[in-house]
């Protein structure tokens, strides 16, 4: 079981830092507005984006977060993971930045998967 539990926070503390805090913090910046504006998004969508990927990472670092939360969380990083990997993808073909986006989508399978351990373990 401390295999889990160890597994679900570290893959959710990275979660957090990169998905929750440092979009937060640089979504505004020239170089997040240039790459949203790149991928054909407007440029409101990075405020919008990183304000649901805060809340998004705070439901699943909470412990006090309900079950049903967690879950539209995780369901919520993983669209945004794949529709980021298709984004990139269309406008710019294979090219390396494709790995950002497939890494961390199993970084939040590894969370999801424990967590979904660690909740059934403790409700039995």
């Known amino acids: 079981m401390q295999k889990y539990k160890n597994t679900f926070w570290v893959t959710t503390v990275i979660i957090f830092l990169m998905e929750g805090l440092l979009p937060a ?10 790459g949203i504006t790149h991928l054909g998004y407007p440029v409101y969508f990075s405020g919008m984006l990183a304000g649901f990927k805060f809340l998004g990472a705070c439901a699943l670092i909470i412990p006090r977060v309900s079950a049903r939360i967690k879950e539209w969380a995780y369901a919520g990083f993983g669209i945004d993971f794949i529709s980021a990997f298709i984004s990139i993808w269309v406008v710019d073909g294979f090219v390396p930045l494709l790995i950002g986006p497939a890494i961390f989508m199993v970084i939040l399978v590894l969370s999801y998967k424990s967590y979904r351990k660690i ?3 403790s409700q039995a």
């Open 25 to 34: 913090f640089t979504s505004q910046s020239q170089m997040a507005l240039d």
């Open 119 to 121: 909740s059934r373990t």
